[in-house]
C-alpha cells in the first residue's frame, strides 16, 4: 500500500516501538490517506499511558484528562496529539465521559469512535502499512456512505454533538448519511440543545463553509436539527411567495434554501445571511383579496430575528455585525438615478468590507428566486460604487489631518480643528475641492488663517 505518509510521521511511530509501546494513526488522518486527501490533522492512539508518553516524548504538553499529549513538530501547522487507548463509561451531559479508563485493546478503542470511516488505524513497519479495519470503514469509504459505529443511537447519547458532525462530514465528502443513523439523528434531534452554544455555531459555519453547504442544511431541515437550532428558518417553508406581478416561484423557505446554493461567497457569515436574508416574512406576510402577497418591512423584521440568532448562537462581535449588516440592507436600490450621495449612504450602511459579500447575498437572492443572475441597472450599480468609492468617505481620508490643521492655523489641539476638518470634508464631499494635498492646504491657508486671526 502507497500512502503519503510524512518522515515525521514516520520517525514518530519509530520511536514509540523502540520503546516497546503499540501506536497507530488514528482519526479521520487514516480517512483522509485512504482518499488520497491532504491531512491536516495526525492523530495517534498508543497503549502507553501519558507519562509513559512524556517519557518517549520530553517536549510534549499534557495538560487534560482524556490521555492526549500534544507534540509540536516543525513544519506542520497543527501538533501532532497522541493518546492512550481508553474505554468512556456515562455521558451525563451527552457530549464528555463522566470517567475515562485506560484501555487495553486497539479494538476497544477504536470501538467507542463516532463513525466508521474515522474508526481506521494504520500500523507502519517499514514499507509495510496495514489498515486495522474492525467496523467495514473501509467498504463505507467505498460507498461513500457515513455510518455509525455500533449502535447510533448510542453514539449520539453519548455526544450529541456527533449529530451536527455526521452533517457536515457528509457534506464535506459528498456522502450519503446511512439510513439507521439518520434516522438515528432524526430520534435524537432535541439533545442537541444540550449542547453549548458555540459548539452548535462553530459546525454551523463548518456546515456553511462547504461547497456543499445546500446539501448539509438539506440534510439539517430534513433530520429535525434545524427545528432545533433554527426554528425560525423553519417557519419560513410553505409561506407562499408567488403572486401577480412578482418573479418568485419558490415559498420562502425553499427561496431561502436556493439562494444560499447559489451564494458564491466561501466566508460562513455570508452564507449564512444569505440563507436567513428573508426570514422575517412569515411574520409580514400579507395577502390582499385581489391576490397580491406583500411583505412589507420583511427586511427589519428579520434585521430583529438574525440578532437574536447571533446572539442566541454567541456569534463575535465582528461576525455580528457584519452578519446583522447584510440582512438589514439586502434590500438596496438600484436605480439608475440614485446620487452619488445616495450610494455612499449605502456603502457607509453596509461597510467597505462587506460591499463584494452584499453583492454574492444580492445575486443569489435573485437565482434563488428564479430571476436571471445580474440585470444592466445591477452591472451599473457595481459600476458606481467602483466611482464613488474613489471619493473620500470620512474625514480620516482626507490628504490633510488634525496637525496640519493646527500647524498652519497656529491652533492648541482641541474641537476647533474638528470644525475645520470638518468644513473641508464637507466641500470634498460635494465636489466643490479635489482631495489632493497640496490643493487643501492652500485652501486651508487662505480661508482659515484670517479668520481665525
Not at 479494538?107 to 467496523?135: C, M, P, W, Y
Not at 426570514?279 to 418591512?297: A, C, D, L, M, V
Not at 446572539?311 to 434590500?331: T, Y
Not at 474625514?395 to 496637525?403: A, E, Q, T
Request: hydrophobic share 35%; with cysteine; aromatic share 10%.
Amino acid at each position: 500500500m502507497n500512502l503519503n505518509i510524512p518522515d515525521e510521521v514516520k520517525g514518530l511511530l519509530s520511536k514509540f516501538k523502540s520503546e516497546g509501546f503499540g501506536i497507530y494513526i488514528v482519526g479521520g488522518a487514516v480517512r483522509d490517506l485512504l482518499m488520497g486527501k491532504i491531512v491536516y490533522d495526525w492523530d495517534f492512539t498508543t497503549n502507553a499511558t501519558p507519562d509513559e508518553i512524556l517519557k518517549v516524548l520530553p517536549e510534549g504538553f499534557y495538560d487534560n484528562k482524556f490521555g492526549t499529549v500534544g507534540f509540536v513538530v516543525d513544519g506542520f501547522d497543527k501538533p501532532f496529539e497522541i493518546t492512550t487507548y481508553r474505554t468512556e463509561y456515562g455521558y451525563s451531559d451527552n457530549r464528555r465521559p463522566d470517567k475515562v479508563v485506560w484501555g487495553e485493546t486497539l479494538e476497544n478503542d477504536l470501538k467507542r469512535r463516532d463513525f466508521t470511516i474515522n474508526s481506521l488505524a494504520l500500523s507502519v513497519h517499514g514499507s509495510q502499512i496495514t489498515v486495522h479495519d474492525f467496523f467495514d470503514g473501509q467498504k463505507d469509504l467505498k460507498n461513500k456512505t457515513l455510518k455509525a459505529v455500533g449502535d447510533p443511537n448510542e453514539r449520539f447519547q453519548e455526544d450529541a454533538l456527533r449529530m451536527l458532525r455526521a452533517v457536515r462530514i457528509a457534506g464535506e465528502l459528498n456522502f450519503e448519511i446511512e439510513a439507521n443513523t439518520f434516522e438515528a439523528i432524526k430520534t435524537n434531534a432535541s439533545l442537541i440543545n444540550k449542547i453549548a452554544k458555540e459548539r452548535i455555531k462553530d459546525e454551523l459555519f463548518k456546515i456553511l463553509k462547504n461547497e456543499n453547504a445546500y446539501s448539509g442544511i438539506v440534510h439539517l431541515k430534513e433530520s429535525g436539527l434545524m427545528q432545533e437550532i433554527l426554528p425560525e428558518l423553519v417557519k419560513c417553508f410553505g409561506v407562499d411567495q408567488k403572486s401577480p406581478n412578482r418573479h418568485h416561484i419558490y415559498d420562502v423557505g425553499t427561496h431561502l434554501l436556493m439562494s444560499l446554493k447559489f451564494c458564491k461567497s466561501k466566508d460562513p457569515v455570508t452564507k449564512f445571511a444569505t440563507l436567513i436574508h428573508d426570514i422575517g416574512k412569515p411574520q409580514t406576510y400579507r395577502k390582499s383579496t385581489e391576490g397580491f402577497i406583500t411583505f412589507y418591512n420583511h427586511e427589519m423584521v428579520s434585521t430583529k430575528i438574525a440578532k437574536n440568532i447571533a446572539d442566541r448562537l454567541r456569534f463575535s462581535n465582528a461576525e455580528k455585525d457584519k452578519f446583522i449588516k447584510l440582512v438589514r440592507f439586502h434590500q438596496f436600490t438600484v436605480d439608475e438615478r440614485q446620487t452619488d450621495s445616495a450610494i455612499r449612504r449605502f456603502i457607509r450602511n453596509v461597510g467597505i468590507e462587506n460591499i463584494e459579500d452584499m453583492l454574492n447575498l444580492r445575486v443569489a437572492d435573485r437565482l434563488g428566486g428564479g430571476a436571471k443572475e445580474t440585470s444592466w441597472r445591477l452591472e451599473e450599480f457595481k459600476k458606481r460604487l467602483i466611482v464613488v468609492q474613489k471619493q473620500p468617505f470620512s474625514i480620516k481620508d482626507l490628504k490633510i489631518n488634525g496637525k496640519d490643521v493646527m500647524e498652519i492655523l497656529g491652533i492648541p489641539s482641541g474641537p476647533k480643528v474638528g470644525e475645520v476638518l470638518e468644513k473641508i470634508f464637507e466641500k470634498v464631499e460635494n465636489k466643490m475641492l479635489p482631495n489632493e494635498r497640496e490643493i487643501l492646504v492652500d485652501f486651508l491657508s487662505k480661508n482659515f488663517v484670517e479668520n481665525d486671526k
